[in-house]
């Protein structure tokens, strides 16, 4: 009895992994990885078909309103089909997961009536001034901690990467403190410490500063982008932007671009496989959560949630070996 109720939460647990496999492909940092890294690294997803796949692309689509989905880059998956009939299967799941002009055409339906139903509560703007644009700053600035403080929290930052988290945390800290003195935000320039160019030069090999570097800039650029959306949703007008609302994601969006241009300092190749690894801790993690949770719930046994942990934790060392950004 254990084991049918053991193996039906495997099929729960892989599923959940299956959906934010895809969730996070629709990431512009996880275009173009390859599926057989995660396969490989990531146990619970070992084999899975083209049939799980096709059903936690179609989850997370009709899960998920149409502003806010964004098509998942399948191409991964290119080099694991390898049968015609695997070939074939693929090829239709890319095309269900575009996004096609009925949904386009429902979602801006959507947008249109909660458009109006703002106008008609909105209330007159006021001019921009400098100390309305310094609260919108540091509004943002707020957002992005808390972006940060939640990535940690669900795994999509490793803690582990020490390195990485006390600049990012520094960043944060320090454009708190230029903000509040007027300065715009300009905190990937924080992020170029000279505590971080010592460590790498005493204790990292030239691979090791790779990693550090690609990481730092994937971690920060989506928590600008979740701090960028909240910003959007809940801090600006909905019938437009006000001048200092532009601003002040004008202010991100060049912090962004100056930190992509890292994944430009190294090869493709090389990038590709950093954030492969990234993806397959940052799966882990979420694994490792939810077994945990099954277990607070009274869902599994203690012996059973271990066994899980154990193997997952197992996985983890694997990458942390191989990324080993502290070592």
Same mark, same amino acid.
Request: with cysteine.
């Given at each position: 009895?254990?084991?049918?109720?053991?193996?039906?939460?495997?099929?729960?647990?892989?599923?959940?992994?299956?959906?934010?496999?895809?969730?996070?492909?629709?990431?512009?940092?996880?275009?173009?990885?390859?599926?057989?890294?995660?396969?490989?690294?990531?146990?619970?997803?070992?084999?899975?078909?083209?049939?799980?796949?096709?059903?936690?692309?179609?989850?997370?689509?009709?899960?998920?309103?149409?502003?806010?989905?964004?098509?998942?880059?399948?191409?991964?998956?290119?080099?694991?089909?390898?049968?015609?009939?695997?070939?074939?299967?693929? #090829?239709?799941?890319?095309?269900?997961?575009?996004?096609?002009?009925?949904?386009?055409?429902?979602?801006?339906?959507?947008?249109?009536?909660?458009?109006?139903?703002?106008?008609? #509560?909105?209330?007159?703007?006021?001019?921009?001034?400098?100390?309305?644009?310094?609260?919108?700053?540091?509004?943002?600035?707020?957002?992005?901690?808390?972006?940060?403080?939640?990535?940690?929290?669900?795994?999509?930052?490793?803690?582990?990467?020490?390195?990485?988290?006390?600049?990012?945390?520094?960043?944060?800290?320090?454009?708190?403190?230029?903000?509040?003195?007027?300065?715009?935000?300009?905190?990937?320039?924080?992020?170029?410490?000279?505590?971080?160019?010592?460590?790498?030069?005493?204790?990292?090999?030239?691979?090791?500063?790779?990693?550090?570097?690609?990481?730092?800039?994937?971690?920060?650029?989506q928590a600008h982008q979740e701090a960028e959306e909240s910003f959007m949703q809940n801090f600006c007008h909905k019938s437009?932007?006000?001048?200092?609302?532009?601003?002040?994601?004008?202010?991100?969006?060049?912090?962004?671009?100056?930190?992509?241009?890292?994944?430009?300092?190294?090869?493709?190749?090389?990038?590709?496989?950093?954030? #492969?690894?990234?993806?397959?801790?940052?799966?882990?993690?979420?694994?490792?959560?939810?077994?945990?949770?099954?277990?607070?719930?009274?869902?599994?046994?203690? #012996?059973?949630?271990?066994?899980?942990?154990?193997?997952?934790?197992?996985?983890?060392?694997?990458?942390?070996?191989?990324?080993?950004?502290?070592?």
């Amino acid at each position: 009895q254990r084991k049918k109720i053991t193996s039906r939460y495997n099929s729960f647990l892989r599923r959940y992994l299956l959906e934010h496999l895809v969730k996070l492909l629709g990431e512009s940092r996880f275009h173009n990885l390859d599926f057989s890294v995660v396969e490989k690294h990531v146990s619970i997803l070992k084999d899975a078909s083209m049939k799980e796949l096709k059903s936690a692309v179609r989850h997370v689509k009709d899960g998920c309103p149409i502003h806010l989905y964004h098509e998942p880059d399948l191409t991964g998956f290119r080099s694991y089909a390898e049968t015609d009939e695997d070939k074939e299967a693929l #090829s239709k799941i890319e095309e269900m997961a575009k996004v096609k002009l009925s949904d386009r055409f429902r979602g801006a339906v959507r947008r249109l009536n909660d458009s109006y139903l703002m106008e008609q #509560s909105a209330l007159p703007e006021d001019e921009t001034s400098d100390e309305s644009l310094k609260e919108l700053r540091l509004v943002f600035v707020e957002l992005l901690k808390n972006a940060y403080e939640d990535d940690i929290a669900k795994g999509e930052i490793d803690a582990r990467f020490g390195i990485v988290v006390f600049e990012l945390q520094k960043s944060v800290a320090e454009a708190e403190d230029a903000v509040s003195n007027g300065s715009e935000i300009r905190d990937w320039e924080a992020c170029q410490s000279k505590v971080r160019l010592m460590y790498t030069k005493w204790f990292q090999s030239g691979k090791q500063a790779v990693v550090t570097d690609v990481l730092l800039a994937s971690f920060f650029t989506q928590a600008h982008q979740e701090a960028e959306e909240s910003f959007m949703q809940n801090f600006c007008h909905k019938s437009g932007l006000a001048a200092a609302e532009r601003q002040v994601l004008a202010e991100s969006q060049e912090q962004v671009r100056l930190a992509r241009g890292t994944f430009q300092s190294y090869s493709k190749k090389q990038v590709r496989l950093i954030m #492969s690894y990234l993806l397959c801790s940052i799966l882990l993690n979420k694994a490792a959560t939810k077994v945990a949770g099954y277990v607070n719930e009274g869902l599994l046994k203690d #012996s059973e949630g271990e066994h899980w942990l154990e193997e997952i934790e197992h996985d983890l060392k694997e990458i942390q070996d191989i990324l080993d950004p502290d070592s």
